[in-house]
Structures are given as structure tokens and as C-alpha cells.
């Protein structure tokens, strides 16, 4: 009897035992599988992430990706402002409305186009700091081409929303409804049954609310309008087009390089400006961790080599283009006019902070932007 109760004993403690290594088991295969859940979720968003960044370094290493991009994105934001938050007042502030819908959003995209740009800011940085009033004329006409070479690449998303709204028709639509022109109110109304009738009530047409005119006048006058708006606008594409190929062309009739060392050039500037970032943010950890390690741990900071004031003021400033010496940016050329002295320092023999870039070939505009235009 003994025996048989010590026998169901040890079973029942071995069914527990099987239970419990069951029950781990299971616990173990579903963290196993939690594990691979969310590290495949984080692979897939690092891989979405990783593809993300690609088409971002694609489209900003060759420009006219970048630009059509642009162009691309203005084009939708325009669709969606006249859809769905442009709405004519019908009244005497047509003219007003129609034009600010038209004009200031493009302004405001050029204004962002020149903030966005680096040379803006190479330009900029440190200016009012410098008392040399010499040349004032000369610095002042290099000024003026460089912000010049910005705005060509700062109009892209300007021009694009101008073009864009005049082919839509309505803001333009709604504008000329409003003004107060009467030699062009009665070239738009033409019909001369309802003319005088057509010409005041002329800002209600595009809401169709309050007139007493004939539908058939309203549309015809409204398509008009229309068709007036698409054809300034395909005529504003020719020009951009022709313009830029005629720049282009006259850039590149111009340059003292040769095509391929070109290519060479815009490759070498891109991947420095990438490698730049990458190297400025590392030094900029190690001395953060440098410092704060002395802090926290009351220690003696460790020696740490960084470049002076004087060092970041001269390869930030704006390239400047001769024929004596092959340098593709102004770091190249620091380097190569750098020479180590007795104390392993960094020291300047030959470059000048003051030099002017009004002899830059247009060719070279990309330069200091960090671009790789085709």
C-alpha cells in the first residue's frame, strides 16, 4: 500500500514536472517568436527607411531629379489649394484675391528656395563682421552673381506653381473677373445683346449666384478666361525651357573644363559634402563625450585636436575658380596650402578669406552647393 501511494507520488510530481517544462517551453517558443516578430518589423521599417534615403540621395545628387521632384510636389500642393481652399469672394476683392492665391505662394517658395540653399548662407555668415570697406563695388557685383546662380535653381518651384495655376484657370479666372479695366471688361464681354448688363455683374460669374445674364453668356465668358489662363501658361513652360537651355548652353560654351572632368568634379563635390557631414558629426560626438566624461568624472579633459575659428572660416568660404591650380572646393585647397609645423598643428600659407567669385565660370555653380546637377 506503501509502495503504491510512494508510486503515485513520483508520478504526479513528474506530471507537474513535464507541465512546467512544457509551460517553459512554451514561453521560450513565443519569445522566440515575439524576437523574430518585431526584429523582422524593425528590419522592414529599416529596410522602407534605407529605400526612403536612397530615392532622397538620388534625387539630391543628380539636380534635374531633384528639380522635377520639386516640381512635382508644387504641382500637387497647387491642385490641392485651388480644390480645396481657394474660394472666389465674388465680389470687388476678386482681383485681389485671385493674385495673391497666384503670386504669393510662389514668392514664398522662392524666399524658401533661397533659405534652403547653402550658398545663401556662405554667403551671409560673418558678412557684417568684416570692416574691409575696399573693393566695396567688386564684392558687392560678386554678391549679386552668386545670389543670382541661387535664384536660377530657386525659381524651379515658383515658376512651377505659376505654370501649374495658370493651366488650372481658376485663380486667374477668378481675378480678371475683378478688375476694373472697362476697356478689358468689354473685350470680355463681347455679346452685345447683354454687354452693359455682363460688365456689372462680371464678378459674380464665377460663383454663377445673383446675375441675370444668360447661362450660355456666362460660360462663354468664363471659358474665355479659361483658355486666355492655359495659354499663358504654356507660353510661361516655353519660356522657363527656353530660357534654362540657353543659360545651359551658354554655361557650358564657357567652361575651361573639359566634359568629363566635369562629371569628375560634380561626383567629387557631392561626396565630399556627404563625407563632411558624416565627419563633422563624429568630431562633434567625441569632443561632446570628451567634455562631458571630464565633467561628470572630475578629470583632466584629454588632449583633443579640432580646428580653429580661423581654420572653419577659411573652407566656408565661397569657392573661388583659377587656372593655375586644379582645386575642385575650398577644402581641397586648404589642404593642399596647409603644412604641418613643428607642433603637429594645421597652418595656413596661401589662401585668402577675401577673395571674390565673380570670375567663376557658371559651369562651376554647383560648387559650393554640395549638388550633383547632370
Given amino acids: 500500500m506503501q509502495e503504491e501511494q510512494s508510486l503515485s507520488s513520483r508520478m504526479l510530481f513528474f506530471k507537474e514536472e513535464v507541465v512546467e517544462d512544457s509551460a517553459v517551453q512554451l514561453t521560450l517558443k513565443l519569445e522566440v517568436k515575439l524576437t523574430l516578430f518585431l526584429s523582422n518589423r524593425s528590419f522592414m521599417q529599416q529596410l ?14 543628380q539636380t534635374n531629379l531633384g528639380f522635377g521632384l520639386i516640381a512635382l510636389l508644387t504641382a500637387g500642393g497647387e491642385q490641392i489649394f485651388s480644390t480645396v481652399v481657394f474660394k472666389c469672394p465674388c465680389n470687388e476683392l476678386n482681383f485681389v484675391y485671385g493674385m495673391v492665391f497666384l503670386l504669393v505662394p510662389a514668392l514664398a517658395l522662392l524666399l ?11 554667403l551671409l555668415t560673418g558678412l557684417c563682421q568684416h570692416r574691409d ?7 558687392l557685383v560678386a554678391a549679386g552673381v552668386v545670389l543670382f546662380q541661387i535664384g536660377t535653381s530657386a525659381l524651379v518651384a515658383p515658376s512651377t506653381w505659376i505654370a501649374v495655376a495658370l493651366l488650372n484657370g481658376n485663380y486667374y479666372e477668378c481675378a480678371m473677373t475683378g ?7 468689354k473685350h470680355v464681354c463681347r455679346d452685345g445683346n447683354s454687354e452693359v448688363q455682363c460688365e456689372k455683374e462680371l464678378h459674380r460669374f464665377p460663383c454663377g449666384k445673383g446675375i441675370s ?16 489662363s492655359q495659354i499663358l501658361g504654356w507660353l510661361l513652360i516655353t519660356l522657363i525651357m527656353l530660357t534654362n537651355l540657353l543659360l545651359t548652353c551658354v554655361a557650358r560654351c564657357s567652361s575651361p573644363i573639359s566634359y568629363l ?3 569628375f568634379w560634380k561626383a567629387y563635390v557631392h561626396e565630399e559634402s556627404n563625407l563632411l557631414d558624416s565627419y563633422t558629426a563624429k568630431h562633434a560626438k567625441v569632443f561632446a ?13 584629454e588632449n583633443f585636436i579640432t580646428p580653429s575659428n580661423r581654420d572653419w572660416e577659411k573652407i566656408s568660404s565661397l569657392y573661388k575658380f583659377t587656372t593655375k591650380d586644379n582645386y575642385y572646393s575650398t577644402l581641397h585647397r586648404y589642404v593642399e596650402n596647409s603644412q604641418e609645423t613643428d607642433n ?11 577673395e571674390s567669385v565673380e570670375d567663376n565660370p557658371a559651369v562651376l555653380s554647383f560648387v559650393d552647393d554640395g549638388r550633383m546637377p547632370l
Avoid: H
Avoid at 522602407?48 to 545628387?61: S, Y
Avoid at 563625450?289 to 579633459?301: A, C, D, G, Q
Fill in 289 to 301: 563625450e570628451r567634455n562631458l566624461k571630464s565633467f561628470f568624472e572630475k578629470t583632466p579633459p
Fill in 133 to 139: 570697406k575696399s573693393l566695396c563695388c567688386k564684392k
Fill in 213 to 228: 445674364v444668360s447661362q450660355a453668356v456666362r460660360e462663354d465668358v468664363l471659358l474665355n478666361l479659361r483658355a486666355e
Fill in 112 to 122: 524658401l528656395g533661397y533659405i534652403l540653399s547653402k550658398k545663401t548662407w556662405k
Fill in 179 to 185: 478688375t476694373n479695366v472697362s476697356i478689358y471688361n
Fill in 261 to 263: 572632368q566635369l562629371q
Fill in 48 to 61: 522602407k527607411m534605407d529605400k526612403f534615403k536612397t530615392v532622397l540621395n538620388i534625387a539630391g545628387k
Fill in 344 to 354: 603637429g598643428m594645421m597652418r595656413l600659407t596661401s589662401i585668402k578669406s577675401n
